[in-house]
């Protein structure tokens, strides 16, 4: 069994969130797994040529070619990415619409395997780890947890934090306001979330190691997903 951990975030190890949680869900899973960031990686997204349909490999040569074989060798999957305008990063949503590629003629690839959804953001993680989980659901992977925290916006580094008025810093505690290392925020300080993190590393461990029938999930999300249909349509 192979977990694949896939940190969305553009920014570097030690300040990202995404990468913190991404790593302590894949440590605690007691499992093997790879760790792949995407930072710095050209990953396009889909361009709807329709190049895969017939072999569900995607033809657009960037980044992401290298990525597909472990994609579709792994068992289950650890996404996270960062809340950019109340929305998943570009990058991570360029990344998993490259999925594309896999569900053609009933391409079952990624199909009934599991996955962890991780967003952060300035204020919240909710949103990007929903749109994970929504790219989730349409591959029919479940998703076993979501794990969501407040990472640190850029204005409290950007060095103008204190005295902009449209600033996150300002939002949080006012302009004005002197930062100090303590008001930044970082997952690595929230505890509820890092159990949270924990658990689901724990969970998706044992849902992989002695339950797991990916006929059975499969059958699961392609229900779901229909009943999204209808409740939409
Ligand atoms: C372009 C951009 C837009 C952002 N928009 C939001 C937002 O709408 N809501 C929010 O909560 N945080 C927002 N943020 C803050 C990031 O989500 C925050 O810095 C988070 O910690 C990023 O994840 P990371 O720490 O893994 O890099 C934004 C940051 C950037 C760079």
């Known amino acids: 069994m192979k977990v694949l951990g896939i940190v969305g975030s553009s920014r570097r190890e030690g300040v990202s969130g995404v990468h ?17 960031t995407l930072r710095g990686k050209k990953i396009g997204g889909c ?15 960037d980044d992401l070619t290298e ?12 996404v996270g990415g960062s809340n950019y305008y109340s929305t998943l990063n570009a990058l991570t ?43 989730f659901l349409y591959n029919f992977i479940e998703t076993t947890a979501k794990v969501t925290g407040q990472g640190a916006a850029s204005c409290f580094s950007c060095g103008y934090g204190e005295t902009c ?16 290392e303590d008001m930044i925020p970082q997952v690595s300080r929230q505890p509820e979330v890092i159990r949270a993190a924990t658990e689901a590393g724990k969970k998706l461990g044992e849902r992989l190691r002695d339950s797991h029938d990916r006929k059975e999930v499969t059958k699961n999300m392609q229900q779901t997903l229909l009943q999204k249909f209808a409740e939409s349509t």
């Open 165 to 180: 008025s449209v600033g996150v810093v300002n939002m949080l505690y006012g302009k004005g306001v002197k930062i100090t």
């Open 47 to 61: 361009i709807a040529c329709l190049g895969c349909v017939k072999d569900n490999i995607c033809k657009v040569d």
């Open 93 to 135: 949503h360029a990344f998993l619409e490259r999925w594309y590629q896999f569900r053609h003629q009933e391409g079952d690839t990624l199909w009934g395997k599991l996955g962890v959804a991780v967003g952060v953001g300035g204020s919240s993680g909710g949103a990007p780890a929903d749109v994970i989980e929504n790219f």
């Open 67 to 78: 990525l597909r074989p472990l994609i579709a060798e792994a068992d289950a999957y650890v």
């Open 20 to 36: 913190h949680l991404v790593t302590t869900v894949l440590e605690n899973t007691d499992l093997d797994y790879e760790l792949i």
